[in-house]
């Protein structure tokens, strides 16, 4: 990840090695681009393409105060979903190692595979 890269080099360098132009380039600019995109899109959305779209004013005016709270709700729950996805697919791995694995040995894994061409009728 770009921004955990930056500031591990940032770390390691150390105040006296400190590269200005490394850290603008690689951690200031990035950071500042990100937050200004996530401020800006919502706000075109909302006040430029919203009111072409959405006839009634009041809508519009309720579409403009609550975009900031749903894309924040919206992050949340994707960022949440994802860490449970990974939870759950570690939960996963983890009950086969305990079910299948002896040591390093595989153990009682009959992987059957459905066959791909349908029987025939006899």
């Not at 079910?99 to 009728?121: C, D, F, K, M, W």
Request: proline share 6%; no cysteine; hydrophobic share 45%.
């Amino acid at each position: 990840w770009w921004l955990k890269t930056a500031i591990e080099q940032l770390y390691q360098d150390g105040i006296r090695n400190l590269n200005l132009a490394r850290v603008i380039k690689n951690l200031v600019v990035p950071s500042v681009m990100t937050l200004g995109l996530s401020l800006s899109i919502p706000y075109l959305i909302s006040h430029g393409v919203a009111p072409y779209i959405i006839s009634s004013p009041s809508l519009v005016i309720t579409f403009q105060r609550r975009i900031y709270p749903l894309l924040l709700l919206l992050t949340g729950l994707s960022f949440f979903f994802t860490v449970q996805a990974r939870q759950f697919r570690k939960l996963i791995e983890h009950i086969k190692n305990d079910r299948y694995l002896v040591g390093r040995r595989l153990v009682n894994y009959n992987h059957v595979e459905t066959p791909s061409q349908p029987l025939e009728a006899q």
